[in-house]
Nanobody, 116 residues
Framework: QVQLVESGGGLVQAGGSLRLSCAAS????????MGWYREAPGKERELVAA???????NYADSVLGRFTIYRDSAKVTVYLQMSSLKPGDSDIYYC??????????WGKGTLVTASS
């Protein structure tokens, strides 16, 4: 059974940093495309950052230069390093495995709060 478990969220002052982790289990060892999304109450879930199976990355304009997505393939873990956090970054962050044998999987999310 495929599971994605996020961790690393919390409360930080604006300007601070956090590192989110997404640990995948139940999948064959391989560098799959994965992503981080965030969702605020009443808003649509939006893509924050994604990493392809080949390691290329893309970011939302709002986080470009502040967030970095990378993976530790040995542990099938994807990270989101977030720096210079702003109050507007406060959301629930979700890890996404968009295509594993034709199915998409989501974690349950981790809450990030950047206080002003």
């Amino acid at each position: 059974q495929v599971q994605l478990v996020e961790s690393g969220g919390g409360l930080v002052q604006a300007g601070g940093s956090l590192r989110l982790s997404c640990a995948a289990s139940g999948i064959m060892y391989r560098a799959y495309a994965m992503g981080w999304y965030r969702e605020a109450p009443g808003k649509e879930r939006e893509l924050v950052a994604a990493i392809s199976s080949g390691g290329s990355t893309n970011y939302a304009d709002s986080v470009l230069g502040r967030f970095t997505i990378y993976r530790d393939s040995a542990k099938v873990t994807v990270y989101l390093q977030m720096s210079s956090l702003k109050p507007g970054d406060s959301d629930i962050y979700y890890c996404d495995l968009p295509n594993y044998y034709g199915r998409a999987y989501w974690g349950k999310g981790t809450l990030v709060t950047a206080s002003s």
